[in-house]
């Protein structure tokens, strides 16, 4: 028999967790269940996969330079990658705006409506943390998020997740002088980091068995910890506005696909669909960073050189979803509060998003800490802030995992394009986790 494929058990485990959720729900004791024996499932696949990202990165990056025995070719790589993620995210930003413009959901929530979120969410720590965090944010310097990608202590660096441009540094400062040293002296640490990527991806396959359950428990969470439904469905026009934006970025996506790579981008979407199904159960572009790396190579057959730099850089700097949602979230929360936005503020929220999504990358909560920052370059009134924040607060959480599915998506769509680009995009050869387990039972 023939057995089911990844994406369609995780698809059936997160829709048996969005039942088992809502059933739990009408039972008394029931989140206080999901939230003692089922939530753990999940925290610790989360918690997997966040354990080898860091790992996963430095051995994949840095074999991926040493494979390319000339510098000239990371370079271009580097170049067209940097050049394309800016390029989809102005681009995200601006379907946002065309969007909320023309549908312009703000104008339809009642004052009454207002009070209620405002009363909701205005004081909650969530929110204030996020203000604050912000400000901070605002204080540094433009270039600041450069001195902050070079690490003073790299094991410091590999010993924490939120430093993810730090780690890549590193790994591209060595993976370059392992290169300029020669290949003979070179060796014993290259089969090091070459022997490292393979066990690390077979760390992944091993993983992904118990995705299914892991999905189902994520799912299940989400669902007994959602807010209040009454205000949930008040927000149902702008939450629909952001989905309609992130849907039109996967049609984007496809469009380059089909016709920059020549690949059939359902064919695209079904090989990279067990990373956007994580990407939206755990709200996390760095958690599935090690599948959406083992999926873009083995399955989309995106060379080690390109995906080791492109998938990473991303996960940290490309922020197509977030962006888009800021944008449509800023004229939201603009036209709800009647504050008026001129062409020329609109402009301004394009530039600042776009930068936000660089220079923010590594906050947690990055989306509601750039959408301050974002608010405060169109000249929004600093005391109502909070009241804004808590508008769309209510639905952050789900529109959150929608919007993880993008960034990834894009990530990988990105390292498909640099790939084809430069002669990179090769056949596919996907490996199962028992390849050696007859050898060794």
């Known amino acids: 028999m023939k057995k089911l494929a990844l994406h369609w058990q995780i698809l059936i485990g997160m829709l048996f967790g969005l039942v088992f959720g809502f059933i739990m729900l009408q039972i008394d004791g029931g989140p206080e269940f999901v939230g003692k024996w089922i939530k753990w499932l999940g925290t610790v696949f989360v918690k997997l996969l966040k354990l080898i990202a860091i790992p996963l990165i430095l051995a994949s990056l840095i074999k991926g330079i040493s494979d390319l025995k000339d510098i000239s070719k990371f370079a271009n790589i580097g170049l067209r990658t940097i050049g394309i993620y800016v390029l989809t995210t102005v681009i995200?930003?601006?379907?946002?705006?065309?969007?909320?413009?023309?549908?312009?959901?703000?104008?339809g929530v009642s004052d009454e409506t207002i009070a209620k979120l405002t009363e909701t969410y205005a004081g909650d720590s969530g929110v204030q943390s996020k203000i604050s965090e912000a400000s901070?944010?605002?204080?540094?310097?433009?270039?600041?998020?450069?001195?902050d990608m070079v690490p003073d202590n790299a094991v410091a660096a590999l010993s924490n997740n939120k430093l993810m441009l730090q780690v890549i540094f590193f790994a591209i400062f060595l993976g370059i002088s392992m290169l300029l040293i020669g290949e003979e002296k070179a060796k014993p640490l290259k089969d090091f980091f070459d022997s490292l990527n393979d066990v690390v991806l077979k760390m992944v396959d091993l993983i992904m068995l118990s995705a299914p359950f892991a999905v189902f428990a994520l799912l299940a969470n989400v669902v007994v910890s959602s807010g209040d439904p009454d205000l949930l469905y008040a927000l149902l026009k702008y939450a629909g506005v952001v989905v309609l934006g992130l849907f039109l970025m996967v049609v984007f996506y496809s469009i380059l696909v089909a016709t920059i790579t020549k690949k059939n981008p359902f064919w695209f979407l079904k090989e990279i669909s067990?990373?956007?199904?994580?990407?939206?159960?755990?709200?996390?572009?760095?958690?599935?960073?090690?599948?959406?790396?083992?999926r873009v190579e083995e399955h989309i057959g995106v060379d080690k050189e390109v995906s080791s730099f492109v998938l990473p850089v991303g996960a940290t700097i490309n922020m197509d979803g977030t962006s888009l949602y800021q944008a449509v979230a800023a004229v939201f929360i603009a036209q709800a509060l009647g504050f008026d936005l001129?062409?020329?503020?609109?402009?301004?929220?394009?530039?600042?998003?776009?930068?936000?999504?660089?220079?923010?990358?590594?906050?947690?909560?990055?989306?509601?800490?750039?959408?301050?920052?974002?608010?405060?370059?169109?000249?929004?009134?600093?005391?109502?802030?909070?009241?804004?924040?808590?508008?769309?607060?209510?639905?952050?959480?789900?529109?959150?995992?929608?919007?993880?599915?993008?960034?990834?998506?894009g990530d990988a769509t990105v390292s498909m394009l640099v790939a084809k680009s430069v002669g990179k995009l090769g056949k596919p050869k996907p490996k199962e986790w028992d390849d050696h387990y007859e050898e060794v039972k």
Do not use: H, W
């Not at 607060?393 to 993880?404: I, K």
């Open 92 to 107: 995200a930003i601006s379907i946002g705006l065309v969007l909320v413009n023309v549908i312009q959901p703000g104008d």
């Open 136 to 147: 901070r944010q605002k204080e540094s310097g433009p270039l600041d998020f450069i001195v």
């Open 274 to 294: 067990p990373a956007q199904l994580l990407a939206f159960s755990t709200s996390s572009s760095a958690a599935t960073l090690p599948v959406t790396m083992e």
């Open 342 to 409: 001129t062409f020329a503020d609109q402009l301004t929220i394009i530039l600042t998003a776009l930068l936000a999504s660089i220079g923010s990358a590594a906050v947690p909560g990055a989306g509601m800490v750039m959408l301050v920052i974002v608010l405060e370059s169109v000249g929004f009134p600093a005391d109502k802030l909070a009241i804004g924040l808590a508008l769309i607060f209510a639905v952050d959480r789900p529109l959150d995992m929608c919007r993880t599915v993008i960034n990834v998506t």
